[in-house]
């Protein structure tokens, strides 16, 4: 493998049809909010490429101390392939400390997911939130970046100085308050069972 990732508008249509196919409706934002607040120096959108083809996206939030991994994708086709693992080693090789949020891990693709994170560099940090009627956990790579309401907030609240935009951001999604909370011993080992 031999990846590259692009910061153009080259590989743009590739890029949203990969994201609208791969995010539900209710956990992303209209595309084009992507592509503009990645405009800023605050979050990159990324085509992933591999010697010539397009393997996948990123978008990537600056937090300050750390970097919140918002959306990543590979081409269905090329998923089970190790783009993956490799996409994830790179991005924490160059942004170090990374965090994300996963759906609650309640049905076998959302467990899939959870320990393809887990075996890729990503520790549990036992925190939760709700976002839209949705629940999340919170995953990164560093085990003592400590997970906060506010660098949760920053994941939204950073993406763009334009305040219409962060004001289209914050109907959309709950960007003025979170409320993390830690899970409890049986929680976890019920979402394993």
């Known amino acids: 493998m031999n990846l590259l990732y692009i910061n153009s508008q080259e590989y743009k249509d590739r890029i ?3 994201y609208l196919e791969s995010f539900p409706e209710d956990e992303r934002f209209p595309f084009w909010i992507l592509e503009e607040c990645s405009k800023e ?3 990159d959108l990324l085509s992933i490429v591999d010697n010539g083809v397009f393997v996948g996206m990123s978008y990537i939030v600056n937090c300050n101390d750390a970097y919140y991994l918002m959306y990543l994708a590979v081409e269905p086709n090329l998923r089970n392939k190790n783009y ?3 996409i994830l080693m790179d991005l924490e090789e160059k ?3 990374l965090f994300l949020s996963i759906d609650d ?3 076998e693709l959302n467990i899939r997911r959870k ?3 887990l075996r890729n560099g990503f520790y549990d940090t036992n925190k939760y939130y709700e976002d839209t009627g949705v629940n999340y956990e919170v995953l990164c790579t560093n085990p003592e970046y400590e997970i906060t309401n506010e ?3 920053m994941r939204y609240t950073n993406t763009t100085s334009n ?3 962060l004001s289209i951001i914050a109907n959309t999604f709950n960007a003025d308050y979170v409320n993390l909370k830690n899970k409890s011993v049986s929680q976890d080992i019920k979402q394993h069972i």
């Open 163 to 165: 305040s219409e935009l």
């Open 115 to 117: 320990n393809f994170y």
């Open 84 to 86: 993956g693992s490799h």
């Open 105 to 107: 891990p309640i049905n």
């Open 16 to 18: 949203e049809e990969l």
């Open 95 to 97: 942004y170090k400390t």
């Open 151 to 153: 660098n949760m907030q």
């Open 41 to 43: 120096n605050n979050s």
